[in-house]
């Protein structure tokens, strides 16, 4: 199952620092195998460890994002590439005909997933699965996933997955059904390596394509009408 902490409010967990509190515990066992290593006398397993430990730093970090969007702008949920845009049937809450954008995060992307739209979470599935390498098609049909739907004012709903990847084995989930996310805002993570596939709305302008770098928070993927 995805984390999902306790907490009334899920923004309490979310006072910015430019490092997400889950990295903390690989941080500091990095930090302190290579103190230990290094008080032992082994040069070698310490600079792997120290090695290893400025990793584990650079992959949670979690810099501010800033975007120009405007109102029906969709903004990507996650930093990657674009490995796919197609036009197919949003299968989980809709059932309806949408345009899928598919993102792929290796190790060296910021992992941090913000909103891509303003609105309420109306549904959240969570799917057990596979650990397929996620920039594969058939990662998002077998691999474990999580589904969430955010309704906008206007009524449009825009669907955003969080699937797991071959390395990737923890989905970070903080807020729930009937909280309301701002566009741009941080709602959770995927550990090392993954990928984000967002349904739109057919009638969206989509505005990347195939290959494209996106950044979460500030590229826009589409505008909806």
Request: glycine share 8%; net charge positive; charged share 20%.
């Amino acid at each position: 199952m995805p984390d999902v902490p306790g907490a009334s409010d899920f923004r309490r967990l979310r006072n910015h620092v430019p490092f997400i509190a889950e990295g903390l515990p690989y941080v500091l066992t990095g930090v302190f195998l290579t103190l230990t290593t290094a008080l032992l006398g082994w040069p070698v397993p310490t600079l792997a460890l120290a090695a290893v430990t400025v990793l584990m730093v650079h992959f949670f970090r979690d810099p501010v994002r800033w975007s120009n969007a405007r109102p029906g702008d969709v903004v990507s949920p996650a930093d990657g590439r674009i490995i796919g845009v197609e036009q197919t049937v949003e299968p989980r809450f809709t059932q309806q005909p949408s345009w899928k954008i598919s993102i792929f995060m290796n190790v060296f992307d910021v992992h941090v997933n913000r909103a891509p739209v303003d609105g309420r979470i109306t549904d959240v599935y969570y799917q057990k699965g596979r650990f397929l390498a996620a920039d594969k098609d058939k990662a998002s049909l077998e691999n474990e996933q999580n589904w969430i739907r955010i309704q906008t004012e206007s009524g449009a709903s825009v669907v955003v997955t969080q699937v797991a990847g071959l390395i990737a084995r923890r989905i970070v989930f903080w807020p729930g059904v009937g909280d309301v996310l701002r566009r741009g805002e941080r709602f959770g993570m995927i550990r090392f390596g993954s990928r984000l596939d967002v349904y739109i709305p057919p009638t969206g302008d989509v505005l990347v394509r195939k290959g494209q770098k996106v950044f979460a928070g500030e590229t826009i993927l589409c505008r909806i009408p």
